[in-house]
């Protein structure tokens, strides 16, 4: 197994590994500098595009980020009980943290009409993460890892920084602040964490698969406390995810519950339909006259456990083909 995943021949030392991930050894004040610059501009980008509603200026700004270099540091600190090296990395991703957000927040004090940044395509699209945004978050760490310990594959890291995304949720999460929607915010906060979490986790047992752990020191400290914390943090991101997935499920479920409501009005249609808490709205587009509401309702309370009351926006109309 090792040798499938790290051949030796083209496994980095500790040594070589710590060089790249620990920005307080080697040429400390270069490394320090090309990641907050990097960090800076990278938000710069990535908040542009939020606010242009721009994929590709995203995309860009995912390139450059530099926050997955802490988050693997954290990987390597918590593999090798190197607690001072931890401790740093953990800093850099909380103050990278404070900066992108921060950017984010003063960028939407600056818009004219907050409310319509927060229903573009990129900004909806990261403020309700699925269970699948985790699944996707595990394989790119387990790519992100294996790039930093094999020296014949480090050239896919600028593709592992597009699919993990670290900088553009972030990004997200200021402009809905900045924005009052901290609702928005936390999904988008969520999404962050996610990935952080799964590329550290994935990221440590790549690391540990591949004996950076035997290398080690072996005083330095225990790491069962980490791991522990590690397994808790992958709990706390997977709950809200979990829920988001079972209300988009639950979502299309009731679509298709009001699109058999509407089966008398052939030119009726289901517009819309959004779960959230305790409220199930349903948006359609038909003639005058509905069917009786209970009827959606005692349909939409057989699909969701905990019946959520039913909210009918009728536009007056049909589709015509």
Avoid at 68 to 76: H, R
Avoid at 200 to 213: E, H, K, N, P, R
Avoid at 236 to 257: F, H
């Amino acid at each position: 197994m090792l040798s499938f995943l790290v051949p030796q021949e083209q496994r980095r030392t500790l040594d070589e590994l710590t060089d790249k991930l620990d920005l307080s050894v080697g040429a400390v004040g270069s490394k320090r500098s090309a990641f907050w610059i990097m960090l800076v501009l990278s938000a710069v980008i990535a908040i542009s595009g939020v606010v242009g509603d721009s994929t590709a200026t995203v995309i860009g700004a995912m390139i450059v980020a530099p926050l997955s270099i802490p988050i693997l540091g954290v990987a390597l600190g918590v593999v090798t009980g190197r607690a001072p090296l931890l401790g740093r990395s953990l800093l850099l991703v909380l103050a990278g943290i404070v900066v992108v957000v921060t950017l984010g927040f003063l960028f939407a004090q600056l818009l004219p009409n907050p409310v319509n940044v927060l229903s573009n395509a990129q900004v909806v699209g990261r403020t309700s993460p699925k269970l699948m945004d985790l699944t996707a978050a595990m394989a790119t760490g387990l790519v992100a890892a294996i790039a930093i310990t094999r020296r014949d594959v480090g050239d896919v890291l600028p593709g592992v920084a597009i699919a993990i995304s670290l900088v553009p949720p972030l990004g997200v999460v200021g402009v809905c602040l900045g924005s009052h929607a901290p609702a928005l915010a936390g999904g988008a906060f969520v999404l962050f964490a996610s990935n952080v979490v799964a590329m550290i986790i994935t990221s440590t047992i790549v690391l540990l698969i591949a004996g950076y752990a035997r290398d080690a020191d072996p005083s330095t400290l225990g790491r069962g406390k980490a791991y522990i914390v590690l397994g808790s943090a992958l709990v706390l991101v997977a709950v809200p995810m979990v829920l988001n997935s079972l209300t988009t499920l639950w979502a299309g479920q009731i679509s298709d519950a009001a699109q058999d409501w509407l089966r008398d009005s052939p030119d009726a249609q289901v517009l819309d339909v959004t779960l959230h808490s305790d409220v199930a709205t349903v948006s359609v587009l038909a003639p005058q006259e509905l069917p009786p509401r209970e009827a959606l309702q005692q349909k939409v309370d057989e699909l969701v456990p905990w019946n959520p009351q039913v909210v009918i926006v009728h536009t007056v109309g049909g589709r015509v083909q």
